[in-house]
Protein backbone atom coordinates (compact mmCIF):
# COMPACT_ATOMS: atom_id res chain seq x y z
CA UNK A 1 0.00 0.00 0.00
CA UNK A 2 1.43 3.11 -0.70
CA UNK A 3 0.81 6.79 0.31
CA UNK A 4 1.59 10.31 -0.65
CA UNK A 5 3.47 12.36 1.53
CA UNK A 6 3.49 16.42 1.37
CA UNK A 7 5.74 18.11 2.97
CA UNK A 8 5.58 21.71 4.01
CA UNK A 9 3.39 23.31 1.26
CA UNK A 10 2.59 26.34 3.33
CA UNK A 11 3.10 30.24 2.49
CA UNK A 12 6.81 30.97 4.21
CA UNK A 13 8.50 28.25 1.93
CA UNK A 14 6.57 29.78 -1.28
CA UNK A 15 7.28 33.06 -3.47
CA UNK A 16 6.61 36.27 -1.09
CA UNK A 17 7.16 34.13 2.37
CA UNK A 18 9.44 34.62 4.99
CA UNK A 19 11.92 31.71 4.32
CA UNK A 20 11.26 31.20 0.29
CA UNK A 21 12.06 28.36 -1.62
CA UNK A 22 12.40 29.46 -5.35
CA UNK A 23 9.91 28.23 -7.31
CA UNK A 24 7.99 26.85 -4.09
CA UNK A 25 4.36 27.60 -5.17
CA UNK A 26 5.17 25.53 -8.63
CA UNK A 27 4.75 22.15 -6.75
CA UNK A 28 1.24 22.81 -6.22
CA UNK A 29 -0.38 22.13 -9.54
CA UNK A 30 1.94 18.72 -10.10
CA UNK A 31 0.91 17.78 -6.41
CA UNK A 32 -3.35 18.65 -6.61
CA UNK A 33 -2.95 16.11 -10.31
CA UNK A 34 -1.18 13.61 -8.04
CA UNK A 35 -3.54 13.27 -4.71
CA UNK A 36 -6.10 11.93 -6.49
CA UNK A 37 -3.90 8.70 -7.91
CA UNK A 38 -3.36 7.93 -3.73
CA UNK A 39 -5.40 5.72 -1.22
CA UNK A 40 -3.76 7.73 1.68
CA UNK A 41 -2.65 11.22 1.59
CA UNK A 42 -0.46 12.77 3.87
CA UNK A 43 0.98 16.29 4.94
CA UNK A 44 3.35 18.05 7.17
CA UNK A 45 3.16 21.28 8.47
CA UNK A 46 6.56 23.24 10.34
CA UNK A 47 4.94 24.47 13.55
CA UNK A 48 7.19 26.84 15.54
CA UNK A 49 6.42 28.59 18.94
CA UNK A 50 7.31 32.14 18.41
CA UNK A 51 10.97 32.71 19.56
CA UNK A 52 11.84 29.72 18.62
CA UNK A 53 15.29 28.30 18.56
CA UNK A 54 15.95 27.77 14.90
CA UNK A 55 15.14 31.66 14.58
CA UNK A 56 18.13 33.80 13.97
CA UNK A 57 16.57 36.36 15.88
CA UNK A 58 16.64 34.06 19.17
CA UNK A 59 20.54 34.54 18.72
CA UNK A 60 21.23 38.76 18.89
CA UNK A 61 24.82 38.23 17.38
CA UNK A 62 23.91 36.00 14.80
CA UNK A 63 22.53 36.21 11.22
CA UNK A 64 20.28 34.29 9.40
CA UNK A 65 21.59 30.81 7.70
CA UNK A 66 24.60 31.07 10.43
CA UNK A 67 25.27 27.63 11.40
CA UNK A 68 25.80 27.39 14.94
CA UNK A 69 26.32 24.22 17.04
CA UNK A 70 23.37 22.92 19.49
CA UNK A 71 22.87 20.42 21.96
CA UNK A 72 22.20 18.16 19.03
CA UNK A 73 25.00 19.02 16.57
CA UNK A 74 24.83 21.61 13.59
CA UNK A 75 21.43 24.03 13.19
CA UNK A 76 21.39 26.73 10.30
CA UNK A 77 19.21 29.63 11.99
CA UNK A 78 16.12 30.97 9.57
CA UNK A 79 14.40 33.53 9.72
CA UNK A 80 11.11 33.60 11.55
CA UNK A 81 9.14 31.42 9.64
CA UNK A 82 6.06 29.17 10.22
CA UNK A 83 5.33 30.67 13.34
CA UNK A 84 1.79 28.80 14.58
CA UNK A 85 -1.10 30.49 13.57
CA UNK A 86 -0.08 32.38 11.58
CA UNK A 87 -0.55 32.85 7.45
CA UNK A 88 2.48 31.99 6.78
CA UNK A 89 2.36 28.57 9.01
CA UNK A 90 -0.84 28.28 6.35
CA UNK A 91 -0.91 25.59 3.58
CA UNK A 92 -0.58 27.42 -0.10
CA UNK A 93 -4.60 28.77 -0.61
CA UNK A 94 -4.48 26.30 -3.97
CA UNK A 95 -3.08 23.09 -2.42
CA UNK A 96 -6.03 20.63 -2.74
CA UNK A 97 -6.06 19.39 0.82
CA UNK A 98 -9.27 17.52 0.30
CA UNK A 99 -7.80 13.93 0.15
CA UNK A 100 -5.39 14.43 3.33
CA UNK A 101 -5.92 12.23 6.36
CA UNK A 102 -3.69 12.92 8.02
CA UNK A 103 -1.21 17.01 9.15
CA UNK A 104 1.42 16.05 10.67
CA UNK A 105 3.07 19.07 12.58
CA UNK A 106 6.89 19.31 13.74
CA UNK A 107 9.04 22.09 15.14
CA UNK A 108 6.63 22.88 17.72
CA UNK A 109 9.42 22.24 20.23
CA UNK A 110 11.36 25.62 21.40
CA UNK A 111 14.51 24.10 21.74
CA UNK A 112 14.47 21.66 18.67
CA UNK A 113 14.27 21.92 15.20
CA UNK A 114 12.23 19.22 13.31
CA UNK A 115 13.26 18.52 9.59
CA UNK A 116 11.92 14.96 8.99
CA UNK A 117 8.51 13.74 9.06
CA UNK A 118 9.85 10.91 11.71
CA UNK A 119 12.54 12.02 13.93
CA UNK A 120 13.13 15.34 15.35
CA UNK A 121 16.53 16.87 14.84
CA UNK A 122 17.81 15.72 17.95
CA UNK A 123 17.70 12.03 16.21
CA UNK A 124 15.82 10.24 18.80
CA UNK A 125 12.46 11.83 19.53
CA UNK A 126 10.02 10.15 17.26
CA UNK A 127 6.79 11.20 15.74
CA UNK A 128 4.75 8.61 16.11
CA UNK A 129 4.72 8.68 11.58
CA UNK A 130 6.38 5.56 11.44
CA UNK A 131 3.67 3.61 13.67
CA UNK A 132 1.03 5.63 12.06
CA UNK A 133 2.03 4.00 8.66
CA UNK A 134 2.44 0.26 9.86
CA UNK A 135 -0.59 0.79 11.40
CA UNK A 136 -2.12 1.35 8.47
CA UNK A 137 -0.60 -1.02 6.33
CA UNK A 138 1.76 1.29 4.19
CA UNK A 139 5.45 0.68 3.13
CA UNK A 140 6.10 2.49 0.57
CA UNK A 141 6.12 6.33 0.17
CA UNK A 142 5.98 9.39 -2.27
CA UNK A 143 7.46 12.27 -0.79
CA UNK A 144 6.82 15.91 -2.52
CA UNK A 145 6.93 19.42 -1.53
CA UNK A 146 9.47 21.88 0.25
CA UNK A 147 12.27 22.17 0.65
CA UNK A 148 14.04 19.12 -1.12
CA UNK A 149 17.04 19.47 0.81
CA UNK A 150 15.91 20.01 4.21
CA UNK A 151 12.53 18.48 5.40
CA UNK A 152 11.59 16.52 1.99
CA UNK A 153 15.27 14.61 2.12
CA UNK A 154 15.40 14.14 5.72
CA UNK A 155 11.65 12.72 5.53
CA UNK A 156 12.96 10.44 2.62
CA UNK A 157 16.54 9.50 3.77
CA UNK A 158 14.35 8.55 7.67
CA UNK A 159 11.62 6.94 5.47
CA UNK A 160 14.47 4.41 4.37
CA UNK A 161 16.13 3.82 7.86
CA UNK A 162 12.49 2.61 9.13
CA UNK A 163 12.46 0.49 6.07
CA UNK A 164 10.06 1.98 3.90
CA UNK A 165 10.73 1.78 0.03
CA UNK A 166 10.67 5.51 -1.01
CA UNK A 167 10.53 7.88 -3.82
CA UNK A 168 10.92 11.47 -4.15
CA UNK A 169 8.46 12.99 -6.77
CA UNK A 170 10.97 15.00 -8.90
CA UNK A 171 8.64 17.90 -10.55
CA UNK A 172 6.86 18.22 -6.88
CA UNK A 173 9.71 19.23 -5.08
CA UNK A 174 11.52 22.40 -4.81
CA UNK A 175 15.12 23.26 -2.98
CA UNK A 176 16.33 25.85 -0.75
CA UNK A 177 19.96 25.45 -2.32
CA UNK A 178 22.34 26.49 1.08
CA UNK A 179 25.88 26.57 0.00
CA UNK A 180 25.49 23.20 -2.57
CA UNK A 181 23.03 21.42 0.01
CA UNK A 182 20.79 20.65 -2.96
CA UNK A 183 23.15 18.56 -5.06
CA UNK A 184 24.30 17.18 -1.51
CA UNK A 185 20.63 16.35 -0.76
CA UNK A 186 19.80 14.47 -3.96
CA UNK A 187 23.27 12.20 -3.38
CA UNK A 188 22.58 11.53 0.23
CA UNK A 189 18.93 10.59 -0.81
CA UNK A 190 20.43 8.14 -3.50
CA UNK A 191 22.93 6.84 -1.26
CA UNK A 192 19.95 5.65 1.15
CA UNK A 193 18.03 4.28 -1.86
CA UNK A 194 15.59 6.69 -2.12
CA UNK A 195 14.31 6.69 -5.91
CA UNK A 196 13.66 9.83 -7.97
CA UNK A 197 9.96 9.41 -9.80
CA UNK A 198 8.98 11.69 -12.25
CA UNK A 199 5.12 13.00 -11.40
CA UNK A 200 3.37 10.83 -14.46
CA UNK A 201 4.64 7.42 -13.21
CA UNK A 202 4.06 8.35 -9.24
CA UNK A 203 0.43 8.86 -10.70
C1 LIG B 1 12.28 23.65 6.41
C2 LIG B 1 14.03 24.98 7.06
C3 LIG B 1 13.40 25.25 8.26
C4 LIG B 1 11.70 22.77 5.35
C5 LIG B 1 11.64 23.90 7.60
O1 LIG B 1 10.45 22.60 5.33
O2 LIG B 1 12.46 22.25 4.52
N1 LIG B 1 13.48 24.18 6.16
N2 LIG B 1 12.21 24.70 8.52
ZN1 LIG C 1 11.17 25.37 10.25
Not at 2 to 27: H, K, M, S, T, Y
Not at 53 to 66: G, I, K, M, N
Amino acid sequence: MRALLIVDVQNDFCPGGALEVPEGDEVVPVINNLVGAFDHVLQTQDWHPAGHQSFASSHPQHDPYDVIEVGYGEQVLWPDHCVQGTDGAAFHPDLDTTHTELVLRKGFRPEIDSYSAFFENDGETRTGLAGYLRERGIDTLYVCGLATDFCVKWSAVDGRAEGFDVFVVEEATRGIDQNGSLAQAWKEMNDAGVQVISAEAAR
